[in-house]
């Protein structure tokens, strides 16, 4: 009786500890104002390199030093948000990047010697502009890995104020522009921003979810989905969430409160707060209801113990936070960092020890950082 009654304070401590201990800081890049950073093996050494863009250059960050090598330093490519997955199905890992207006997407080919061959930049469309949100996922079911983005610009574009996705050519190294399956003509006003991908009403489809944040302010601000048809190139519904959302940008399809149905997660990035809507009416609950401009937002399992988190850097507080789940849409906040502006935020096991760190790509701060993840 008496070895339990100490050792189980003792489990509990070690516990409380952990979460309530430092993220530690490491700096890839400072000088520039950064827009969007992602990680991958972009090396083939089997370690979490990254890929960031600021100063109009494309930069490749070599782990576990850091090295630099610039991949793409061509006028005007600006790109304010960025993917990676193997485009052109030869093993290794590609990086797509977005500029906002006008509007390009454009893939760097990994080549077969990474980090002495230059990567070849190919265009995947010059057909959207407005372009703030950039997402991977299979919408067509069909084995491979498509392109999400808008365009939310009214002007410059044959798709105004649009969502559309984008499926990789037969051959990507040699094609033109990438077919543009455009799912929410015209009916994405406001300015959008980031997308989220799931299947929200259980019928074995992918969906597309996005928040507006108000451009003028009188068409947007809302947060709303769109339900995938059997065939992802016909007509999708359009389904309002919540509208009266100042400043919507992200929102994530999850189960955030453990009973079998798809909630969101979402984030006022250019107003305040950070919340969730609960199936199947939409009920919203604040998580950090009064964090200012949460502009970055993921939604995935930071601890480990199987249920959906959330994290997020904030431009106008200048800090980082995770959000601890109960696993019944509870939430404990936990501050990861201060002094920390942000544009974009992304988790990945950087250090290779299981756990889930967290890459920001800073606009203010002018730097590229990542936070250790002390919970192992």
């Not at 390009?104 to 080549?111: H, M, V």
């Not at 033109?176 to 406001?190: L, R």
Request: proline letters at 6%; aromatic letters at 10%.
């Amino acid at each position: 009786m008496h070895s339990k009654s100490i050792l189980f304070p003792a489990i509990i401590l070690a516990f409380s500890a952990s979460l309530l201990a430092d993220w530690k800081k490491h700096e890839v890049h400072t000088g520039f104002h950064t827009n969007t950073a992602i990680a991958g093996d972009f090396t083939k050494d089997n370690k979490p390199d990254i890929i960031a863009n600021n100063d109009q250059k494309t930069r490749l960050f070599i782990a576990p030093d850091w090295t630099e090598i610039i991949l793409d330093d061509t006028k005007g490519h600006n790109l304010i948000h960025s993917e990676a997955f193997d485009v052109d199905g030869d093993g290794d890992l590609d990086f797509i990047g977005a500029r906002y207006q006008p509007g390009l997407i454009a893939w760097l080919e990994q080549p077969d010697d990474p980090t002495n061959e230059p990567w070849p930049l190919h265009i995947v469309s010059k057909e959207l502009n407005g372009i703030h949100g950039l997402l991977r996922g299979d919408v067509d079911l069909d084995g491979k890995l498509d392109l999400i983005a808008n365009s939310a610009q009214p002007v410059g574009t044959p798709h105004p104020e649009s969502l559309a996705w984008l499926s990789v050519p037969e051959n990507p190294r040699r094609a033109g522009s990438w077919p543009v399956h455009v799912f929410a003509k015209k009916d994405a006003p406001g300015l959008t921003h980031y997308i989220g991908l799931g299947d929200v009403n259980d019928d074995g489809r992918p969906d597309i979810a996005t928040g507006a944040k108000g451009f003028p302010s009188t068409t947007g601000n809302y947060f709303a989905w769109w339900e995938a048809p059997e065939d992802a190139k016909g007509t999708w519904t359009k389904h309002l969430i919540a509208d009266g959302q100042i400043g919507a940008t992200n929102i994530h399809p999850c189960d955030v409160n453990g009973d079998g149905k798809t909630d969101f997660i979402a984030s006022r990035g250019h107003g305040k707060g950070i919340l969730w809507f609960e199936a199947p009416n939409w009920e919203l609950h604040g998580i950090h209801p009064s964090l200012k401009e949460p502009h970055s937002l993921i939604a995935l399992d930071m601890d480990g113990d199987g249920d959906t988190d959330a994290a997020t850097c904030a431009f106008g507080a200048k800090e980082a936070w995770w959000f601890e789940n109960d696993g019944k849409g509870g939430f404990k906040n936990h501050r990861v960092a201060t002094d920390q502006e942000a544009y974009d935020i992304r988790a990945f096991d950087i250090d290779l020890d299981t756990d889930l760190d967290l890459i920001i790509a800073g606009r203010g701060s002018k730097n590229v950082v990542w936070y250790e993840n002390p919970m192992k």
